[in-house]
Antibody, heavy 123, light 107 residues
Framework: QVQVVQSGPEVTKPGSSVKVSCRAS????????FTWVRQAPGQGLAWMGW????????KIEKQFQGRLLMTRETSTATAYMELKSLRSDDTAMYYC????????????????WGQGSLVSVSS | DIQMTQSPSSLSASVGDRVIITCRAS??????LHWYQQKPGKAPTLLIY???TVQRGVPARFSGSGSGTEFTLTIDSVQPEDFSTYYC?????????FGQGTRLEIK
């Protein structure tokens, strides 16, 4: 049974950075991917990026290029999402989602979701 | 980017009703179309993937169909626990994009 657990809420100031972690358990190999999705208050879902747990390949949505850094740590099955130069409109719930084992592409369905990490950006 | 447009944005239904939600893509997306359910305050969950395959554990009253650019999610005999927001998502072309969501409310 795969479980995805994210780090807790963050309160930050404009211009700063935030780093959210996402730990997956229940996989027997590194053949899966992590996807980051965010949801602003009262809004819909927005795809941010994907990183392969297998080889670290990644894709980033163009609006986040230059501000978003995704990494992963294979020994702990943990992915990290760091968003820099935060603005007030980055206030959102950030979700990490993973794929079934063996499904490694950015195009895969999102099978398992973390509980979300609320990031609040305010001066 | 491929735009995904859901209709309606919200609808009211009674328990036992049949509900149909439509999702239109701005370009052909083959079968790379998935549906998610999100209950208030919770993370989304996968309902249906690749147009019509129902995720394990999802009740059989949920079904999906469509092709090309037009897709539907059908709930036969809506139950109280189905009142949620539903999102379609395409994963045919980068970046994957979601519809704006359809909020299903109790009439």
């Amino acid at each position: 049974q795969v479980q995805v657990v994210q780090s807790g809420p963050e309160v930050t100031k404009p211009g700063s950075s935030v780093k959210v972690s996402c730990r997956a358990s229940g996989y027997t190999s590194g053949s899966y991917g992590f996807t980051w999705v965010r949801q602003a208050p009262g809004q819909g879902l927005a795809w941010m990026g994907w990183i392969s747990a297998y080889n670290g390949d990644s894709k980033i949505e163009k609006q986040f290029q230059g501000r978003l850094l995704m990494t992963r740590e294979t020994s702990t099955a943990t992915a990290y999402m760091e968003l820099k130069s935060l603005r007030s409109d980055d206030t959102a719930m950030y979700y990490c989602a993973t794929t079934v084992e063996g499904s490694t592409g950015w195009y895969e369905k999102l099978d398992y979701w973390g509980q979300g990490s609320l990031v609040s950006v305010s001066s | 980017d491929i735009q995904m447009t859901q209709s309606p944005s919200s609808l009211s239904a009674s328990v036992g009703d049949r509900v149909i939600i439509t999702c239109r893509a701005s370009q052909t997306i083959s079968r790379y179309l998935h549906w998610y359910q999100q209950k208030p305050g919770k993370a989304p969950t996968l309902l249906i993937y690749e147009v019509s395959t129902v995720q394990r554990g999802v009740p059989a009253r949920f079904s999906g169909s469509g092709s090309g650019t037009e897709f539907t999610l059908t709930i036969d005999s809506v139950q109280p626990e189905d009142f949620s927001t539903y999102y379609c998502q395409q994963s045919h072309t980068l970046p994957p994009t979601f519809g704006q969501g359809t909020r299903l409310e109790i009439k």
